[in-house]
């Protein structure tokens, strides 16, 4: 059985920091992507940041210079280090794997249960 857990959330002042983590356990055989969504109140899924198993980042236009991707491939941990929160980074985020069971299985999507992030002053 695979799992995927975030920590790290939280409430923070505008202008703050968080570290996001997610680490993923299991019979994994192999991880391509991992990334990070978020979703707010009333708006739908969106992605913020994706990093490749060869580490090419890409994120959302609203988050870059500010948050950044990063990932443990020996951990098969996750990370998203936001820096200079605004309130309109409130929602939960969410972690994301595209991960192999076997040699010859298929690529599939994997999901965190969620983590909280408030930029509240």
């Known amino acids: 059985q695979v799992q995927l857990v975030e920590s790290g959330g939280g409430l923070v002042q505008p202008g703050g920091s968080l570290r996001l983590s997610c680490a993923a356990s299991g019979s994994i055989f192999s991880i391509n992507a991992m990334g990070w969504y978020r979703q707010a109140p009333g708006k739908e899924r969106e992605l913020v940041a994706v990093i490749t198993s060869g580490g090419s980042t890409n994120y959302a236009d609203s988050v870059k210079g500010r948050f950044t991707i990063s990932r443990d491939n020996a951990k098969n941990t996750v990370y998203l280090q936001m820096n200079s929160l605004k309130p309109e980074d409130t929602a939960v985020y969410y972690c994301?794997?595209?991960?192999?069971?076997?040699?010859?299985?298929?690529?599939?999507?994997?999901w965190g249960q969620g983590t909280q992030v408030t930029v509240s002053s």
């Open positions: 994301n794997g595209v991960l192999r069971l076997s040699v010859l299985g298929k690529w599939l999507d994997y």
